[in-house]
């Protein structure tokens, strides 16, 4: 089989990604995959776009692309969901202020561990209902 050009391994990837956001019924959203990788120590993040409704851009890390089907499938999944938690996050952000240095240092934090322990843990649960990606390796 020949080798995929880079613009074939993105194409790929964003088709896969648009397939997850319909199984997730997160198509009203639109998500850009940046071709420059992930700098957080992530396979992947997701960030929201706030100067447009419904519009986020997907950073994938250079070691995603050597993980297990299964495991890119869910690092995929993990971050679409976020998307579906981000209404959530925001009225938290705006609460950074009002609580103050201290308290927001304490629970900012908990909030983020535990909506990613949630997002994770659902993640896992939808994956085993959604077909694998057959994204290139490399």
């Known amino acids: 089989m020949a080798k995929q050009s880079a613009a074939d391994k993105w194409a790929v990837l964003s088709a896969y990604l648009a397939e ?5 019924l997160l198509s009203h959203w639109r998500v850009t ?7 957080v120590d992530a396979w992947a993040d997701i960030s929201v776009t706030s100067q447009a ?3 986020a851009e997907m950073r994938i890390s250079h070691d995603f692309w050597r993980q297990e089907p299964e495991r ?3 690092v995929l999944i993990h971050e679409l969901l976020h998307l579906n938690a981000h209404q959530a996050d925001s009225v938290v952000d705006n609460l950074e202020k009002p609580l103050g240095e201290i308290a927001w240092a304490v629970f900012s934090p908990q ?3 535990a909506t990613e322990r949630t997002v994770d843990h659902m993640a896992k649960v939808l994956a ?3 077909s694998l990606p057959e994204l290139p390796k490399g």
């Open 20 to 24: 997850l956001q319909a199984a997730l």
């Open 33 to 39: 995959v940046a071709q420059d990788a992930s700098d």
């Open 53 to 55: 409704a419904f519009t």
């Open 72 to 74: 890119q499938r869910e």
């Open 111 to 113: 909030y983020e561990d």
């Open 128 to 130: 085993q209902f959604i």
